[in-house]
């Protein structure tokens, strides 16, 4: 055995195993939950051939109480009576707080769905039909050419 590494969470020394973290040469937080925020750091300690090593990196792991506030900006529009054939266009506004996203200035972060009947959905592209334009916190669906219900 060439290598010792060693943990401490917020600087008390932690063993992943013992808190039932799966664990090989680091460890894996599979079901996250607030108990495991904190400030872990691992040393590794590497002795080969009469020399010593050592690597340390530290991992900081918080909790955000994030929000996503939708609304439907020309709702009161789309209340009243539409005519069938003539383009529907809903805008949808998004203020997204706290939350951490892959690229948070991406416009992907917001999708638009239909919802069947049944509860099950389905995500919408743009087609012939119906056209999709993403902004940052302006998210417009058209249906080009709606049939009465």
């Given amino acids: 055995k060439y290598a010792d590494i060693k943990w401490t969470k917020n600087g008390e020394p932690w063993d992943p195993k013992s808190d039932g973290k799966s664990k090989f040469n680091g460890f894996v937080i599979r079901k996250y939950d607030a108990q495991d925020a904190g400030m872990y750091v691992g040393q590794?300690?590497?002795?080969?051939?009469?020399?010593?090593y050592k690597c340390e990196v530290e991992v900081e792991i918080v909790t955000l109480e994030g929000s996503v506030k939708l609304s439907i900006a020309n709702a009161k529009t789309l209340t009243k009576k539409q005519k069938a054939?003539?383009?529907?266009?809903?805008?949808?506004?998004?203020?997204i707080d706290n939350l951490k996203l892959k690229d948070p200035k991406s416009p992907d972060n917001i999708n638009w769905y239909r919802v069947f009947a049944d509860g099950d959905d389905q995500l919408l592209e743009s087609n012939d039909n119906i056209s999709i334009e993403k902004g940052i916190g302006t998210y417009l669906l058209t249906i080009n050419n709606p049939t009465a219900a």
């Fill in 44 to 52: 590794i300690f590497i002795n080969k051939d009469g020399e010593s």
């Fill in 85 to 95: 054939g003539k383009p529907l266009t809903i805008k949808c506004d998004a203020d």
